[in-house]
């Protein structure tokens, strides 16, 4: 019987068998990678179970209103006033156990970041455009982040 181009020789077969262990392989996920991804699981949602509403939303001076979150002795409150068409005045008081934050970022829609300078009472202002923020209030021993809210 005369060879094609269809007939495997033996080393032909000897590296397809071996090109089969390979892709095989390929296929199995390690042990370790699964274990990190069951992990990472629990931090899909981090920032939006540090800090709770701890209490209704408020009317303040004018058309403002301010919110109030906290996590354990970390306070943040956010009070929203109009500053002009399009913009608004976030005024902020961050403070855990008398102490005022160390630093304190409004982290805005688009994923910019405004860095706000608290001064010793913990406060700070920024006028900032409309649409959706939150804060993120680095404190000496605790990081806390609020949910999305609209300015």
């Known amino acids: 019987m005369a060879r094609t181009e269809f007939d ?7 590296l ?3 090109l089969g262990d390979v892709v095989s392989a390929e296929d199995q996920m390690p ?14 949602s981090v920032d939006a179970i540090l800090a709770e509403l701890v209490a209704e939303p408020v009317s303040v001076r004018g058309d403002g209103t301010a919110y109030t979150y906290a ?17 608004r005045r976030l005024v902020v008081t961050a403070h855990e156990a008398g102490q ?9 829609g688009d994923g910019t ?5 608290t001064d010793r009472f913990g406060q700070c202002a920024l006028d900032m455009p409309t649409g959706p923020v ?18």
């Not at 970041?113 to 300078?117: F, G, R, S």
């Open 8 to 14: 495997l020789s033996p080393e032909d077969r000897e």
């Open 16 to 18: 397809l068998a071996r």
């Open 31 to 44: 042990a370790g990678v699964a274990e990190a991804a069951k992990a990472l699981h629990d931090w899909v």
């Open 71 to 87: 996590v354990g002795a970390a306070l943040l409150r956010a009070e929203i006033e109009p500053a002009g068409y399009r913009r």
């Open 100 to 108: 005022s934050a160390a630093r304190v970022q409004a982290q805005r």
């Open 113 to 117: 970041v405004a860095e706000l300078a």
């Open 134 to 151: 939150r804060l993120i209030a680095q404190f000496a021993a605790t990081r806390i982040a609020t949910p999305w809210f609209t300015l």
